[in-house]
């Protein structure tokens, strides 16, 4: 059975990442407080035995630890878009062949 890592800081998640290569990394885009906005993010990487877990917040407009923009829709709701994840992710980790999925698409 796999262990299931969570870790602490963006950095940390990158380094593993960068150590590790895994092959796909899963992205969670999650309700938060008030619970119309959609502006948590959990990040998975499975790799052989394991899989690391990630998980950001918002904080104003980003996110606290990836800056990842929060973006406000017209009748007020935050939310994050698919787009500036994955764009965010192909960009700090530049992992070849890293496929990126949505939990809602894997």
Do not use: C
Not at 14 to 26: D, H, Q, T
Request: hydrophobic share 40%.
């Amino acid at each position: 059975m796999a262990k299931t890592i969570r870790v602490n800081t963006w950095q940390e998640f990158k380094e593993l990442a960068l150590e590790k290569k895994p092959k796909s990394v899963v992205y969670v885009i999650a309700q938060s407080i008030p619970a119309r906005n959609h502006t948590g993010l959990k990040l998975i990487f499975p790799v052989v035995g394991a899989q690391y877990i990630f998980a950001d917040s918002a904080k104003g407009d980003k996110l606290r630890r990836t800056g990842i923009p929060v973006r406000t829709g017209k009748k007020g709701n935050r939310f994050l878009t698919d787009e500036d994840v994955k764009s965010f992710l192909r960009a700090e980790l530049n992992i070849k062949d890293l496929q990126i999925f949505s939990y809602w698409t894997a």
